[in-house]
């Protein structure tokens, strides 16, 4: 054998031997992800002690050993909410464990899910970071915590189909009413399908099941209609012109990326526009940010213009969010942009 043959042959080894390496570090950065973001959230978590974070502490630490129904009410004053899920999950934990140490593995949970969808559809591993590590990734892991906890059952959902799947996104929007907005941006396709099969003069099951859907979403709006209109009355004042700016580029940014889904995009974004301008898009632009995700991500595998900037941005101003945690005990304070 010449030496160039063994040369050829010691390079065809050595692109198999990293080919693998990445193959094999590909699947596993779902779990590196959760072990990465549980050690991070550990750190973090002790420093966040102002805003909302002020809030959900005292109520942790009061609620144990509670009554029920006297545990569910001091919920409701301490934190102007009455989703029962996060109330349920921390009413049963906090006798037992810390509440960094929940939240952290919830954390690390919820890490995992997203990079294992990130993941499944083969977004190229250098994105990965901006997705896991820009500021509405950070606030959902520290600040949001009943969104990040509807977020994560949402992303459940999002793996499984028929009655599982919706399940799940019910447990989500139990546990944080705004989640709504994601499940019915996620039944866009199917909107699209309905409004197809109409034109034909017939309904498929898909459609029946929608509609079956939207009574139980109104069911649910019913019974928590008091919660709601509380907060769409405090959430008005912030609401006009200027509210829709943010939501309409994501939204613009979306149907650019979404070749060949233009359709099934602007009914998912548009919607988010039209709510952020009565209810302000405070609480709005982070919804308009992961439907933009989910399109943007499936364009050159994540690699593409919209997706940079946009992570990048995020990514500094997240930078920003953690100094102002570590400096203030609050990652808002001090954030001008």
Not at 1 to 15: H, I
Not at 55 to 64: I, K, N
Not at 135 to 157: D, H, N, Q, S, T
Not at 225 to 239: A, N, P, Q, S, T
Request: aromatic share 20%; net charge positive.
């Amino acid at each position: 054998m010449t030496d160039r043959m063994k040369g050829l042959k010691s390079a065809g080894a050595a692109s198999e031997l990293i080919f693998a390496c990445f193959f094999v570090l590909g699947r596993l950065q779902p779990a590196l992800y959760a072990i990465l973001i549980f050690a991070f959230s550990m750190i973090v978590f002790p420093y966040y002690e102002g805003g909302d974070q002020e809030h959900y502490r005292g109520f942790y630490d009061a609620v144990s050993g509670m009554p029920l129904s006297e545990a569910y009410d001091y919920y409701a004053s301490a934190l102007g909410s009455r989703e029962p899920v996060y109330f349920f999950l921390v009413y049963g934990f906090s006798p037992y464990l810390e509440k960094d140490f929940l939240f952290s593995l919830i954390n690390a949970l919820l890490a995992f899910v997203v990079v294992s969808w990130v993941v499944s559809n083969r977004v190229r591993f250098y994105i990965v970071p901006l997705v896991v590590f820009n500021f509405y990734a950070l606030v959902l892991f520290f600040p949001a915590e009943r969104l990040k906890l509807a977020v994560l059952l949402f992303m459940i959902g999002c793996f499984w189909r028929g009655w599982v799947r919706y399940f799940f996104w019910g447990g989500a929007i139990f546990s944080h009413t705004q989640t709504i907005l994601l499940v019915l941006s996620a039944q866009s396709r199917r909107v699209i399908s309905l409004f197809v099969s109409l034109m034909r003069g017939k309904v498929d099951g898909g459609g029946v099941f929608l509609v079956l859907i939207a009574v139980l979403l109104c069911v649910f709006v019913f019974f928590m209609r008091g919660h709601i209109f509380d907060k769409l009355e405090f959430y008005m004042e912030f609401g006009g012109v200027g509210a829709v700016i943010k939501p309409l580029i994501l939204s613009g940014l979306t149907a650019y990326c979404a070749s060949g889904r233009r359709l099934e995009s602007l009914i998912s974004s548009l919607p988010l526009v039209v709510v952020s301008f009565f209810v302000g898009d405070e609480r709005i632009v982070i919804f308009s940010y992961f439907v933009f995700l989910y399109f943007a991500l499936n364009r050159n595998r994540g690699a593409n213009i919209p997706v940079v900037l946009t992570g990048g941005y995020f990514l500094v101003k997240g930078v920003f969010f953690l100094i102002g945690i570590i400096e203030y005990g609050d990652g808002f304070a001090e954030l001008v942009f």
